[in-house]
């Protein structure tokens, strides 16, 4: 981020800086409505700074204003030319209700070429959009990443137990979740409290099971 503003005079730079920083901390207690102040001034001030107009687009993603928010992340790919937005694009775009579209972004040669996180992030929102079309096998699918291998991607394992738990497929959605659970470090799901519920359902089988047995031997 600093190096953008380095275009900008250094009083500017530093009011900037110190906008982004509470929009950041803003989103993070959940103050959306004084996030969007602080991107909305920053912008005001650095409307050619990458930074700026991201920040402002997460704050519109975050409150479901998803025309504003792909309008903001075009403008930073255009300005930049990054492609670590397109994710949140192609999610927007899926929020748009425009999945052909969305799904024409995650194929194009520049969503091939993204880092791993970013391609990982892709995949859970391809998902997304095939289980949004009832396509939940394609869904699965989407998410046979080589990252789902890896012991430290617990929204991507969710995804995948969460899809398998579409499927019906409940003893490996089980299995996935505890993987999820188990990289989930920083809390970024409820795999725990998801496996709860399974071994809750598990239980009520048990206990109907054990009643009708009863209910027979009577």
């Not at 009011?15 to 004084?34: F, I, N, T, Y």
């Not at 519109?60 to 670590?84: C, K, M, N, Q, W």
């Not at 040669?109 to 990982?120: D, F, G, I, N, Y």
Request: some cysteine.
């Amino acid at each position: 981020m600093h190096h953008q503003l380095r275009t900008l005079s250094k009083e500017n730079a530093e009011g900037v800086a110190q906008h982004l920083v509470m929009v950041a901390a803003l989103l993070e207690a959940d103050d959306v409505e004084g996030a969007m102040a602080h991107a909305e001034t920053a912008v005001r001030r650095a409307g050619r700074v990458p930074a700026a107009r991201e920040a402002l687009g997460m704050v519109a993603y975050r409150t479901g204003d998803f025309a504003r928010a792909l309008g903001e992340f075009r403008t930073v790919r255009r300005i930049s030319g990054s492609d670590h937005l397109i994710p949140l694009m192609v999610d927007c775009e899926r929020g748009l209700g425009r999945h052909e579209r969305a799904l024409d972004l995650a194929q194009s040669p520049e969503a091939k070429r993204l880092p791993t996180q970013e391609k990982v992030e892709l995949a859970i929102v391809v998902s997304g959009i095939r289980r949004d079309l009832g396509q939940t096998d394609a869904a699965l699918v989407a998410l046979q990443i080589p990252q789902l291998k890896k012991s430290n991607q617990p929204r991507l394992a969710y995804a995948y137990a969460d899809t398998l738990l579409g499927l019906g497929r409940a003893d490996e959605a089980r299995e996935w979740f505890e993987k999820a659970a188990e990289a989930d470090t920083e809390y970024e799901t409820d795999a725990v409290e998801r496996l709860e519920e399974l071994d809750g359902v598990s239980v009520t089988d048990l206990l109907g099971g054990a009643d009708e047995e009863d209910e027979v031997d009577e």
